[in-house]
């Protein structure tokens, strides 16, 4: 599918989305977010592609940040759609049973890294910089990023990052946990390919189980444990664990079908 703001490709059952405004810093404006939504869309129905990356075009931005210009028309019943509209999207990218991996490769700002959040995990090139900068402009993180930075980080640098607009490195993205690995820029899509495959080696529904459990960890009344116990009753009674079991005992390659 030919998108505006998106450039897609299929490889290895692995679904590359690359942010393609690079003239912008690749900011995020309304009709990359509806792009986006449409290739989740694509990527939930396909049944060859098993997982995807997020990644930026050139080595300068993933996302530097949303387009301010589509703001300054906005009142408060706008500013709070569009708020709940991005929050929904990447709602979507949280949960997607399938994995979803950023590979940030230069500024993740503002809705950029609120963006990166939101995938299951990141991975950062060494020139990447993350912050959430909207304190700046008389706002805050829209998209869920105050949020999700907290559970991240922790509530105190996360504030100290929402009050102060600062920015950090991708070394510190990494010691604050923020990331999972930096690498170096050229190796930065080959680093997220390797896990993604090693990842599809894995049984769909157990790796779709995973997400599922641990996005209900900070869940109230213990539902993270009562989903985690209901999806394990559920996993061990498929063909995959069957075929799981039964290569660990016979010390064989299991074959996972998804069923």
Not at 22 to 42: C, G, H, Q
Not at 180 to 202: F, M, R
Request: glycine letters at 10%; hydrophobic letters at 45%.
């Amino acid at each position: 599918m030919n998108y505006e703001t998106l450039l897609t490709s299929v490889e290895d059952a692995i679904l590359t989305i690359k942010i393609n405004r690079p003239d912008k810093l690749n900011a995020l404006n309304k009709i990359m977010l509806r792009e986006l939504e449409t290739a989740l869309s694509e990527l939930n129905r396909n049944t060859e592609i098993k997982a995807a990356m997020i990644t930026g075009s050139g080595d300068k931005a993933f996302i530097a940040g949303a387009d301010i210009s589509e703001f300054s028309s906005l009142d408060a019943a706008g500013g709070e759609l569009l708020s709940k509209n991005g929050q929904r999207l990447f709602s979507k990218i949280e949960t997607s049973v399938k994995p979803i991996i950023a590979a940030v490769n230069g500024f993740a700002l503002g809705g950029g890294c609120e963006l990166a959040m939101a995938c299951h995990f990141r991975i950062a090139s060494e020139n990447a910089k993350f912050g959430q900068p909207e304190v700046n402009l008389g706002l805050l993180p829209g998209y869920g990023g105050t949020q999700r930075l907290t559970q991240l980080i922790g509530k105190g640098r996360a504030l100290e990052l929402l009050l102060t607009g600062n920015m950090i490195d991708a070394v510190t993205a990494f010691n604050y946990g923020l990331v999972n690995h930096v690498v170096p820029q050229p190796e930065l899509l080959i680093k997220a390919k390797s896990i993604l495959s090693l990842i599809n080696t894995k049984a769909p529904l157990a790796v779709a189980g995973c997400i599922e459990a641990a996005n209900l960890a900070y869940a109230p009344d213990g539902e993270g444990y009562k989903s985690e116990a209901a999806l394990f009753g559920n996993l061990i009674a498929t063909e995959d664990a069957k075929e799981g079991i039964s290569a660990f005992l016979e010390k064989r390659k299991a074959s996972f079908k998804g069923i």
